[in-house]
Antibody, heavy 120, light 110 residues
Framework: QVQLEQSGAEVRKPGASVRIPCKTSGYAFDFHYMHWVRQAPGQGLEWMAVLHPSGSEATYAQSFQGRITVTRDASSGTFYMDLWSLESGDTAIYFC?????????????WGQGTMVTVSS | QSALTQPASVSGSPGQSITLSCTGKHSDVGTYTLVSWYQQHPGKAPKLMIYEVNKRPSGVSDRFSGSKSGSTASLTISGLQAEDEADYYCCSYVDRSKYVFGTGTKVTVL
């Protein structure tokens, strides 16, 4: 069964950083793009970043440029999203999502989300 | 990149058809066919309903259909059912591997 497993919740203070894992199972992770999307409480979806199947090329939304990195551990099939210089506005649920077919932009499998709370 | 514009809410009675709009710019929806739609129930992850403007993934009801005209994409739900009550988001490719989501539409089944 194709799955993306994410951890439950993280709490950070303003100015800190967070690393969110996304563990894949049931498919060849090196054949699919992996996207990251977040959703602030009561708000809409916001696209953040995408990692190329090679694991070596990433593209980031302009609003996160300079304080985000997405990577992959090929030995475990786990993807990571690192976000630093956190502020209260970064409080949100962070999702990883698989792109179904290369170049389709279709996110067919989603993790359950990781809630990140930024508070002093 | 600003979010695509969607109406905040749309409602309909069971059995009716409703259409959700998603308005972007020439540089996103107007240029690319990589427009997708997602359904999200409260507390759940989004679910892919339509991709590449009008393609349905396996397992998605044929009551859901998509189209595009100029810089506006649309999602039509036919034969509205109680289970269709959810938030719906469109998403478009922008350029250089970047994407943008819409503001979201809350669908209410009366």
């Amino acid at each position: 069964q194709v799955q993306l497993e994410q951890s439950g919740a993280e709490v950070r203070k303003p100015g800190a950083s967070v690393r969110i894992p996304c563990k894949t199972s049931g498919y060849a992770f090196d054949f699919h793009y992996m996207h990251w999307v977040r959703q602030a409480p009561g708000q809409g979806l916001e696209w953040m970043a995408v990692l190329h199947p090679s694991g070596s090329e990433a593209t980031y939304a302009q609003s996160f440029q300079g304080r985000i990195t997405v990577t992959r551990d090929a030995s475990s099939g786990t993807f990571y999203m690192d976000l630093w210089s956190l502020e209260s506005g970064d409080t949100a649920i962070y999702f990883c999502a698989r792109e179904m077919e290369t170049g389709s932009g279709a996110l067919d499998i989603w993790g359950q989300g990781t809630m990140v709370t930024v508070s002093s | 990149q600003s979010a695509l514009t969607q109406p905040a809410s749309v409602s309909g009675s069971p059995g009716q058809s409703i259409t959700l709009s998603c308005t972007g710019k020439h540089s996103d929806v107007g240029t690319y066919t990589l427009v997708s739609w997602y359904q999200q129930h409260p507390g759940k992850a989004p679910k892919l309903m339509i991709y590449e403007v009008n393609k349905r993934p396996s397992g998605v009801s044929d009551r859901f259909s998509g189209s595009k005209s100029g810089s506006t994409a649309s999602l039509t739900i036919s034969g509205l059912q109680a289970e269709d009550e959810a938030d719906y988001y469109c998403c478009s490719y922008v350029d250089r591997s970047k994407y943008v989501f819409g503001t979201g539409t809350k669908v209410t089944v009366l």
